[in-house]
């Protein structure tokens, strides 16, 4: 009876062109906007909510308000800032983090992120690259650990035990032979997933970073800046260095790294990589 007394709503839904809404309905992008926030937001903190779900949602209601919320800076605003609270709130469950940046990237081919000048933001991405850099070590570490001890072994019968086993009637070596297969599988697996995740952290790192090039203010993101450093020193990973110091050029080009990070930086990029004379000749200038 519900779905008969709203039949009428329900058509206009379906017949309403959503893509150039925006055009003829320009009230509505602010507030379609909001719920899509909050419901993000709160699919981050009740299962009631599916997080995967919400961000679609949001993602789609976005692109189709993407000129309407554009051409607005105060509604852009509000969008930077409410993006910096989901990447500090989802930052307590690291799968939630990768959701929530892999919905970012989404945005950012609808929004320019370039326009944000708040240091709410900077240091929610900033921050966001700590947490990742945290996992890719423990996957690293994973993958590592994987190669020299492999998985877990399948029990084999042993030739005492094989003796009183009528399943494998006293033929030892054919038992083990059985259980082979099984334990390449599942090392096999295992050693998949692991890389699995750590191409997609990764992934999720360097669009990071991309967006880090392109802020317009570092303030108060020091502290945050240094410990995304010293995870990037410990974690010896070329790709991640890379990313990094393309990051960091781009920064000091626009003269945003603030002078007590420099000395810092400049060891880092000297001692530990080398780098030294073309970030050393940026510095100078």
């Known amino acids: 009876s519900i779905i008969l ?39 981050l903190t009740t299962s009631a909510l599916d997080l995967d ?28 800032n409410s993006v910096a609270k989901l990447l500090g709130k989802a930052s307590r469950d690291r799968n939630h983090l990768m959701r929530i940046v892999k919905s970012l990237e989404a945005l950012s081919v609808w929004m320019d992120f370039t326009l944000a000048r708040y240091s709410r933001l900077s240091a929610s991405l900033w921050n966001a690259i ?36 009528e399943s494998v009637a006293g033929n030892w070596l054919e038992s083990i032979l059985e259980q082979v297969p099984a334990m390449l599988d599942q090392q096999s697996a295992v050693q998949s997933q692991i890389v699995s995740e750590i191409v997609e952290i990764t992934k999720r790192i360097e669009f990071l970073f991309r967006m ?59 001692v530990e990589y080398g780098c030294f004379s073309r970030v050393d000749y940026l510095m100078r200038c």
Not at 14 to 32: A, E, G, K, M, R
Not at 132 to 140: K, N, P, T
Not at 221 to 248: E, H, M, P, T, W
């Open 53 to 80: 779900l919400s961000c679609s949602l949001l993602e789609n209601v976005v692109r189709s308000f993407a000129l309407s919320l554009s051409s607005s800076p105060s509604t852009m605003g509000h969008v930077f």
């Open 130 to 165: 700590d947490e990742l850099l945290s996992m890719l070590a423990e996957q690293m570490e994973n993958r590592a650990k994987e190669a020299t001890t492999g998985a877990k072994a399948v029990p084999i019968a042993s030739p005492e035990e094989s003796l009183n086993d």
């Open 5 to 43: 007394r709203n039949a009428d709503k329900v058509k206009t839904i379906l017949q309403t062109d959503w893509v150039t809404i925006d055009s003829y309905c320009p009230h509505l992008p602010v507030p379609f906007t909001a719920a899509a926030l909050a419901c993000v937001s709160s699919a």
């Open 212 to 270: 880090i090039s392109s802020v317009r203010d570092l303030s108060h993101c020091n502290d945050s800046i240094s410990n995304v450093f010293r995870k990037a020193q410990n974690l010896s990973n070329a790709d991640i260095i890379g990313y990094l110091q393309n990051a960091y050029i781009s920064l000091s080009n626009r003269s945003l790294i603030r002078s007590e990070l420099q000395v810092f930086v400049i060891l880092f990029f000297n």
